[in-house]
T-cell receptor, first 111, second 119 residues
């Protein structure tokens, strides 16, 4: 059974800092990995999707990497802004159409 | 495109009542999903469907039922509401397909959620 863990559970940084969010998974037989952003009381917004054959994806100030062999993904946020404050969720889609989510990292970027 | 829409946004039920959460997508996606999110937790998969007429159980299916009579609609039914079903429910969809398709085909799109309280 796939298990997804996100560390840290919460993170508070000053504006402008570069930061890394971590996601680990127990079964390397994955289809893809997706990072989402969730604002309080809202639904999920897709940030980046990495296919199992890819090593990383970039979008603006965001960069996500994937290392299947070690069961890890990182989300790098450059030059953080207060508008980046949200919960970031990692989700792993296994080859049997099963998508498992981590509990998320709650990020606060202070002005 | 409206994307994935869910109704209602909020609902309070009494123990033992039943209700249907509606989900519709207008992107002609093959795959649709229902998740629940408890406070401070990630999402857990309840049921999913890979096409009209096909449904399958996810991680936490007990107490729920689904149907998929059309590509667009994927309603979730609660027959006998229990306090343990108090949660936020999210519907999602994606185009589906194999690993050879571009990554955008596999992106998961989510609805805004339904907040359900069972008292």
């Amino acid at each position: 059974k796939q298990e997804v863990t996100q560390i840290p559970a919460a993170l508070s940084v000053p504006e402008g800092e570069n930061l890394v969010l971590n996601c680990s998974f127990t079964d390397s037989a994955i289809y893809n990995l997706q990072w989402f952003r969730q604002d309080p009381g809202k639904g999920l917004t897709s940030l980046l999707l990495i296919q199992s054959s890819q090593r990383e994806q970039t979008s603006g100030r965001l960069n996500a990497s994937l290392d299947k062999s070690s069961g890890r993904s990182t989300l790098y946020i450059a030059a953080s802004q207060p508008g980046d404050s949200a919960t970031y969720l990692c989700a792993v889609w296994s080859n049997n159409n099963d998508m498992r989510f981590g509990a998320g990292t709650r990020l606060t970027v202070k002005p | 495109n409206a994307g994935v829409t869910q109704t209602p946004k909020f609902r309070i039920l009494k123990i033992g009542q039943s209700m249907t959460l509606q989900c519709t997508q207008d992107m002609n996606h093959n795959y649709m999903y229902w998740y629940r999110q408890d406070p401070g937790m990630g999402l857990k998969l309840i049921y999913y469907s890979v096409g009209a007429g096909i449904t399958d159980k996810g991680e936490v299916p007990n107490g729920y039922n689904v149907s998929r009579s059309t590509t667009e609609d994927f309603p979730l039914r609660l027959e006998l509401a229990a306090p343990s079903q108090t949660s936020v429910y999210f519907c999602a969809s994606n185009l589906g397909g194999g690993a050879l398709l571009p990554s955008s085909y596999n992106e998961q799109f989510f609805g805004p959620g339904t907040r359900l309280t069972v008292l």
